[in-house]
């Protein structure tokens, strides 16, 4: 799982909570959210510098990349998911369902047909601290999908807080993590599974995946055997696609969420609470 000879790095600290990594291969750089700070953070791999990506930025929280390159951004303030065009400018790709305000999207990912799939918890909108304390319009919380052509579906339900998903590398499967217990006390820390429909856009009712033994999943990634890389309250859980626990990366941090990253995507990037972090696996990530 991870290299006998390598070890965690801390490669900048002073956040107050931090997530959303991702890595663009074509700058060689990771950017990442400093939520409460209401900044993304931008380290580049070829030096180590550190620089301001954007402030303010509306509170953002997960980020992916899309087929094409682009930056998708949730954001808590926004109350959207949008996308950074090639010129700069931004698209809000999603910020209503139903004619409702959706909550604070938060984390999300890119299949392979172009669409959009990411949650909406309400954690931006439960205080001032990671966006604007406000009214929830939607029913609950829930998970959605954004089609190539703009339609907004809800996927998924049946979940408390959802929080960070991701695919199966053969995309047969969507992998969700539910954070209720933050809300809701008698909430199991889960992931739960969902297999996909054979249309590719729905999601047959979901089952219990892993149960976490250390505060809370977050964000997670999945990497080319299948295998899950899981954030958590003592550092990244990694499990097998059949559930099994094969090993843990422990930190002195919370961590947030993860990617993988470098020219080998052989590079795990961490956000822990106040820092970025990376350690190399004998794994790559999928996607």
């Given at each position: 799982?991870?290299?006998?000879?390598?070890?965690?790095?801390?490669?900048?600290?002073?956040?107050?909570?931090?997530?959303?990594?991702?890595?663009?291969?074509?700058?060689?750089?990771?950017?990442?959210?400093?939520?409460?700070?209401?900044?993304?953070?931008?380290?580049?791999?070829?030096?180590?510098?550190?620089?301001?990506?954007?402030?303010?930025?509306?509170?953002?929280?997960?980020?992916?990349?899309?087929?094409?390159?682009?930056?998708?951004?949730?954001?808590?303030?926004?109350?959207?998911?949008?996308?950074?065009?090639?010129?700069?400018?931004?698209?809000?790709?999603?910020?209503?369902?139903?004619?409702?305000?959706?909550?604070?999207?938060?984390?999300?990912?890119?299949?392979?047909?172009?669409?959009?799939?990411?949650?909406?918890?309400?954690?931006?909108?439960?205080?001032d601290y990671?966006?604007?304390?406000?009214?929830?319009?939607?029913?609950?919380?829930?998970?959605?999908?954004?089609?190539?052509d703009g339609?907004?579906?809800?996927?998924?339900?049946?979940?408390?807080?959802?929080?960070?998903?991701?695919?199966?590398?053969?995309?047969?499967?969507?992998?969700?993590?539910?954070?209720?217990r933050t809300?809701?006390?008698?909430?199991?820390?889960?992931?739960?599974?969902?297999?996909?429909?054979?249309?590719?856009?729905?999601?047959?009712?979901?089952?219990?995946?892993?149960?976490?033994?250390?505060?809370?999943?977050?964000?997670?990634?999945?990497?080319?055997?299948?295998?899950?890389?899981?954030?958590?309250?003592?550092?990244?859980?990694?499990?097998?696609?059949?559930?099994?626990?094969?090993?843990?990366?422990?930190?002195?941090?919370?961590?947030?969420?993860?990617?993988?990253?470098?020219?080998?995507?052989?590079?795990?990037?961490?956000?822990?609470?106040?820092?970025?972090?990376?350690?190399?696996?004998?794994?790559?990530?999928?996607?």
């Amino acid at each position: 799982m991870v290299h006998m000879n390598a070890g965690p790095e801390v490669l900048w600290s002073g956040g107050r909570w931090t997530e959303g990594p991702v890595y663009f291969p074509a700058g060689r750089y990771v950017i990442w959210s400093d939520i409460p700070n209401d900044r993304i953070l931008r380290w580049d791999e070829m030096n180590g510098a550190v620089a301001t990506f954007e402030q303010p930025c509306r509170n953002q929280n997960g980020h992916t990349l899309d087929r094409q390159g682009r930056l998708i951004a949730c954001e808590h303030r926004g109350r959207c998911v949008s996308r950074y065009e090639f010129g700069g400018s931004r698209t809000v790709l999603a910020d209503r369902f139903d004619g409702k305000r959706l909550n604070s999207p938060n984390d999300v990912v890119v299949k392979s047909d172009g669409s959009v799939w990411f949650t909406d918890p309400s954690y931006g909108i439960d205080s001032d601290y990671e966006g604007d304390a406000s009214p929830m319009e939607q029913d609950g919380r829930h998970v959605y999908r954004i089609d190539p052509d703009g339609t907004l579906t809800r996927v998924v339900e049946d979940m408390k807080q959802p929080n960070g998903l991701a695919f199966s590398p053969d995309e047969a499967v969507l992998y969700v993590a539910d954070t209720g217990r933050t809300h809701f006390p008698d909430c199991s820390p889960d992931i739960r599974r969902y297999r996909l429909s054979p249309d590719g856009k729905s999601l047959r009712d979901g089952e219990t995946f892993v149960t976490c033994d250390a505060g809370l999943f977050d964000g997670f990634r999945v990497d080319t055997g299948g295998n899950l890389w899981c954030s958590a309250a003592d550092g990244v859980h990694c499990f097998a696609s059949d559930g099994t626990l094969l090993g843990k990366v422990l930190l002195d941090e919370v961590v947030s969420n993860l990617c993988f990253g470098g020219p080998k995507r052989n590079r795990l990037f961490i956000t822990a609470t106040t820092s970025l972090r990376s350690i190399y696996v004998n794994a790559r990530g999928a996607g």
